[in-house]
């Protein structure tokens, strides 16, 4: 008995995302998605259309998890300067099954300047994190977490900077010394 297709697009899509994740959009050629997902090329193309659509897909995935994954944190009970710690400290002490970096920055980079639908995709998931910190940072002014003179908005941007920043900095290879001296001078800011 075939196993069932959503089981085997979930699974593939996954793959296809770390794939895309590890190497970027141009160098991940479609051998590499077979590889990686285990599909042959008809089934990737009948399941999704095309490279270009597999990667949309992929991207729409990770910032789903990312943010869904954020907006817990955000949305805890835990003091703000440990949410934006535990938020900083992602970066710094990333799960080695992870590729480096962050898909989001690496899709901003490569393809942010001459594809528009990606960039406003981007663009867009940008805007979802700082508004999930934003919405934390206000909550902590009003508990007296934060001064009357800190902007929350201004602070939200700040922070997903400096995690851009970290996974950038992880990309090119910097060791762990460097990305938590980055993360405490940011930290020191709460």
């Known amino acids: 008995m075939a196993r069932p297709r959503t089981f085997e697009e979930d699974h593939a899509l996954e793959a296809a995302m770390r794939a895309f994740w590890n190497a970027g959009y141009e160098a991940t050629s479609t051998q590499d998605l077979c590889a990686a997902t285990g599909l042959g090329r008809s089934s990737i193309y009948n399941t999704f259309v095309g490279k270009r659509e597999l990667f949309l897909k992929s991207l729409r995935r990770y910032t789903e998890q990312r943010n869904a994954r954020l907006a817990e944190v955000m949305e805890g009970d835990?003091?703000?300067r440990e949410k934006v710690r535990?938020?900083?400290?992602?970066?710094?002490?990333?799960?080695?099954?992870d590729p480096p970096g962050c898909l989001v920055v690496n899709t901003a980079v490569e393809l942010g300047p001459r594809d528009s639908e990606i960039a406003e995709l981007?663009?867009?998931?940008?805007?979802?994190r700082?508004?999930?910190?934003?919405?934390?940072?206000e909550?902590?002014?009003?508990?007296?977490?934060?001064g009357p003179?800190?902007?929350?908005?201004?602070?939200?941007?700040?922070v997903s900077a400096a995690v851009g920043g970290l996974r950038?900095?992880?990309r090119g290879g910097a060791d762990r010394s460097a990305l938590e001296s980055i993360a405490n001078i940011t930290l020191g800011v709460f």
């Open 78 to 80: 835990l003091p703000i």
């Open 86 to 97: 535990t938020v900083l400290w992602w970066a710094v002490d990333s799960d080695p099954a």
């Open 122 to 128: 981007v663009r867009r998931d940008g805007e979802r």
């Open 130 to 137: 700082v508004e999930i910190m934003r919405a934390a940072l």
């Open 139 to 146: 909550r902590a002014r009003a508990r007296g977490e934060l």
């Open 149 to 158: 003179d800190k902007d929350p908005l201004a602070l939200a941007r700040f």
């Open 168 to 170: 950038v900095s992880a």
